[in-house]
Structure formats: structure tokens, C-alpha cells
């Protein structure tokens, strides 16, 4: 069975940090892409960033390049998305997803594009 834990969303200020995390199990024999999606209320989900099966190539959303860093730790099956210099329209709930078998060198930017989601953290950036 595959699941997927996202932990360490919060409530923090304009121009503050998180570290979000996600824990994958049930998939160590599948290699896998990884990305992380948001949704604000009353909007679709949207693709923030993704990063590839061995950790060697990112992709982000206009909007968050140069303050997000997504990365993993395959020994550890943990993915990561570091959020600094924070704004109040990143406030949302906060997906990671799990797509297998990727093709090397391609990005999943669409929600259809992944097998697997976890249950979302949540992000509150007060101004």
C-alpha cells in the first residue's frame, strides 16, 4: 500500500520560513518523480514544483522561483519543499504526489500526471 505524509505546515509571517516534508512508503521498488501542489480556498490546485527520480533536476512555478527549493533523500524516502521569504498568497493546503516510472528528463506539471497524493499540510502566511 502506498501512502504519502506531508508534515510541517504552520502558521508563520510574511517573509517567514517553513520546511515541508513528505514521507513516502510502499513504493521501494518503483523509481518515482515527486512534486508538490497547492490549493488555496474556493481555487483548483495548482503545480508548485516537482523534481526528478534521483533528485538531479527541479522545475517551479514562476511564482515561487528563487524562494521555494524542492529536494529528497532517497535513502530516507522523504521529500522536501524549503519555502522562505514567504507571502500571504502562498497560504494554502499543500499536496506532495508521487508519479512512477517517470521519463527521464520530463517534468509532471498536471494533477492527472500523478498516481499518488498525500493528505495535504496546511500553510497559513499572516501579513
Known amino acids: 500500500q502506498v501512502q504519502l505524509v506531508e508534515s510541517g505546515g504552520g502558521v508563520v509571517q510574511a517573509g517567514g520560513s517553513l520546511r515541508l516534508s513528505c514521507v513516502v512508503s510502499?513504493?521501494?521498488?518503483?523509481?518515482?518523480?515527486m512534486g508538490w501542489f497547492r490549493q488555496a480556498p474556493g481555487k483548483e490546485r495548482e503545480f508548485v514544483a516537482a523534481?526528478?527520480?534521483?533528485?538531479?533536476?527541479?522545475y517551479y512555478v514562476d511564482s515561487v522561483k528563487g524562494r521555494f527549493t524542492i529536494s529528497r533523500d532517497n535513502a530516507k524516502n522523504t521529500g522536501y519543499l524549503q519555502m522562505n521569504s514567504l507571502k500571504p498568497e502562498d497560504t494554502a493546503v499543500y499536496y506532495c504526489?508521487?508519479?512512477?516510472?517517470?521519463?527521464?528528463?520530463?517534468?509532471?506539471?498536471?494533477?492527472?500526471?500523478?498516481?499518488?497524493w498525500g493528505q495535504g499540510t496546511q500553510v497559513i502566511v499572516s501579513s
Open positions: 504526489a508521487a508519479r512512477i516510472n517517470p521519463v527521464p528528463g520530463r517534468y509532471y506539471l498536471r494533477t492527472d500526471e500523478y498516481q499518488f
Open positions: 510502499g513504493l521501494t521498488f518503483n523509481p518515482y518523480a
Open positions: 523534481i526528478s527520480r534521483s533528485g538531479g533536476g527541479t
